[in-house]
């Protein structure tokens, strides 16, 4: 899934630390992304096992993320005409999560970062659960991962 970015131009905070050497530090998700391209979504959703008519309607969706961090606190919204979903995380800090709007089951979710991109690992009644955030210029990639497609 992609999703474009409302404030384009926005770069990644760095860190000087000598003249000669400049570290970046994590993305920067801040803001509201409006969905572009959704590709392979209702695979995912077969292999949750979500019923046939929610896998419908959740294709034809336009979804928008909101998402506000302060430093490794997120609060994420998914947006959407059918439902919204809103879930709080601390990177590196595993918390239960009730996965309502989605495939209602509940998860044992770790989040953690790999470089600039946060990668989710939810663990319960389904393996290989979770998804992958990350930025390439003005565009917010999602990438869901489930037994049959695992993160990559």
Not at 28 to 39: A, L, P, T
Not at 104 to 121: A, E, F, H, Q, Y
Request: net charge neutral; charged share 30%; glycine share 6%.
């Amino acid at each position: 899934m992609r999703l474009s970015h409302l404030a384009p131009g926005q770069t990644r905070p760095e860190c000087k630390l000598s003249p000669n050497i400049t570290v970046s530090m994590p993305a920067d998700y801040n803001g509201r992304w409006e969905m572009v391209k959704n590709e392979n979504f209702e695979e995912v959703m077969k292999a949750l096992d979500i019923d046939f008519a929610t896998r419908k309607i959740a294709c034809h969706l336009h979804q928008t993320k909101v998402m506000v961090q302060n430093g490794d606190k997120f609060e994420t919204k998914t947006l959407s005409t059918f439902r919204n979903y809103e879930v709080n995380f601390t990177v590196g800090v595993e918390f239960e999560e009730q996965t309502k709007g989605l495939d209602n089951r509940k998860v044992m979710t770790l989040v953690t970062w790999d470089g600039d991109k946060l990668v989710c690992v939810q663990k319960g009644e389904k393996e290989n659960r979770g998804w992958k955030h990350w930025i390439e210029g003005d565009m917010l990639y999602l990438r869901f991962s489930s037994v049959s497609a695992p993160i990559s």
